[in-house]
């Protein structure tokens, strides 16, 4: 037994169950809560902002503007999360790609998560688009310029053909 193994009882060797939930899956399902709350039913409700609000509008109207911001913010933290983790391991991509994932991947990072928490001024949301397209380019080029992998053989089917011979 390793001491690490000692050191730790086991309820907590176990990863919870929150733990072992995908993020993307998390990210996609409250994404799809803030399609239908904002897209669907923000279009069957129609909110006046000149009327007085009671409880209920203001708690819709305010719901929606949490599930957008949270969607917003989610994406931004995955998007990160994943150019870090393609920086620090992504091996099977060449040396100049990963380099350049990181470099043109923070400046959307940074310039997304401004732009939840704040409006981005006009010539701000320009470079943001300029290098979403460039990171997007970036991307393609690197699935394009991959050294092509030799199909792989199913394992079963190896064992079959043994078999036969």
Do not use: C
């Given at each position: 037994?390793?001491?690490?193994?000692?050191?730790?009882?086991?309820?907590?060797?176990?990863?919870?169950?929150?733990?072992?939930?995908?993020?993307?899956?998390?990210?996609?399902?409250?994404?799809?809560?803030?399609?239908?709350?904002?897209?669907?039913?923000?279009?069957?409700?129609?909110l006046d902002p000149f009327s007085t609000r009671g409880?209920?509008?203001?708690?819709?109207?305010?719901?929606?503007?949490?599930?957008?911001?949270?969607?917003?913010?989610?994406?931004?933290?995955?998007?990160?999360?994943?150019?870090?983790?393609?920086?620090?391991?992504?091996?099977?991509?060449?040396?100049?790609?990963?380099?350049?994932?990181?470099?043109?991947?923070i400046v959307v990072v940074i310039f997304s998560a401004?732009?939840?928490?704040?409006?981005?001024?006009?010539?701000?949301?320009?470079?943001?688009?300029?290098?979403?397209?460039?990171?997007?380019?970036l991307i393609i080029f690197s699935i394009v310029g991959?050294?092509?992998?030799?199909?792989?053989?199913?394992?079963?089917?190896?064992?079959?053909?043994?078999?036969?011979?």
């Open positions: 037994m390793r001491l690490s193994e000692k050191a730790v009882s086991a309820s907590d060797s176990r990863a919870a169950a929150w733990a072992r939930t995908p993020l993307v899956a998390v990210l996609a399902s409250v994404a799809l809560a803030e399609l239908a709350l904002n897209r669907l039913a923000g279009q069957i409700v129609r409880f209920w509008r203001h708690a819709f109207s305010d719901s929606r503007l949490f599930a957008y911001e949270l969607v917003a913010v989610l994406s931004a933290m995955m998007l990160g999360s994943a150019l870090a983790r393609i920086a620090a391991f992504g091996d099977h991509y060449r040396i100049g790609a990963r380099v350049s994932f990181s470099l043109v991947g401004l732009g939840a928490v704040a409006e981005l001024p006009p010539d701000l949301f320009f470079h943001l688009h300029m290098s979403f397209a460039f990171l997007a380019l991959a050294e092509p992998h030799p199909p792989r053989r199913a394992r079963a089917a190896d064992a079959d053909r043994k078999s036969v011979v």
